[in-house]
């Protein structure tokens, strides 16, 4: 059984049509199948959308995009900036690039990474994740780690997890990498909770 962060999807497609105003933009969504949150944008990307403090002119990351709500949403707020939109699902990726086409988001780049692997020497102001949990907490925290060694001085990661599924110990991960009084949590809300964490300046 292939899961949504397997490079290859075996099961049959079930393309379903999604519509959602996030953060005041009118977005349609194909998904499909074997990827994550098929049915409808999850609970816990809507509560990071809704907080993401995006610069106009930011380069942006968008690590396991799936179809592409945060992502899409993202470069409608970088408006000036760009998104990279990353993800292992090559089903996603390809959704992803429909979904950019249908709402006219061409802002974008859209390539296949296992994490951030294949992202060279690329530096980003803004790195965004609702990270897949149940590829386990060290794929999760090798996330974090790779988001900081890919985030410019001054820059920022958000993620949104919930506190039953490791909240606490992706809290204490991300002051190990960050330092003390660099990672803030944004918003608590129906047991999901979106943290920030910046990067030191220097």
């Known amino acids: 059984m292939a899961h949504y962060y397997s490079k290859h999807q075996e099961v049959g497609h079930d393309r379903k049509q999604l519509q959602f105003t996030l953060r005041g933009y009118p977005l349609r969504f194909v998904s499909d199948a074997g990827v994550f949150s098929k049915d409808s944008i999850d609970y816990g990307s809507r509560v990071l959308i809704e907080q993401l403090d995006i610069p106009s002119n ?6 396991g995009c799936g179809y ?3 992502g899409l949403t993202a470069a409608k707020l970088a408006s000036e900036g760009h998104v990279v939109m990353v993800d292992v699902n090559d089903r ?4 992803a690039r429909e979904n950019a086409a249908a709402n006219g988001i061409s802002n974008v780049t859209i390539q296949a990474s296992d994490g951030l692997t294949a992202l060279g ?3 980003f102001d803004v790195i965004i994740t609702n990270p897949p949990i149940r590829a386990g907490k060290e794929v999760v925290h090798r996330i974090f780690e790779e988001s900081y060694e890919h985030l410019n001085a001054g820059g920022c990661l958000w993620i949104v997890i919930q506190k039953k599924q490791g909240a606490p110990s ?4 991300l002051l190990t990498l960050f330092g003390e009084g660099q990672v803030t949590e944004v918003v608590k809300d129906k047991g999901y909770r979106v943290f920030r964490a910046t990067k030191e300046l220097g």
């Open 58 to 63: 930011a380069k942006v990351l968008d690590v």
């Open 68 to 70: 592409g709500p945060i």
């Open 92 to 95: 996603a990726l390809a959704l």
């Open 121 to 123: 020497e690329l530096r």
């Open 170 to 173: 992706a809290e204490a991960k």
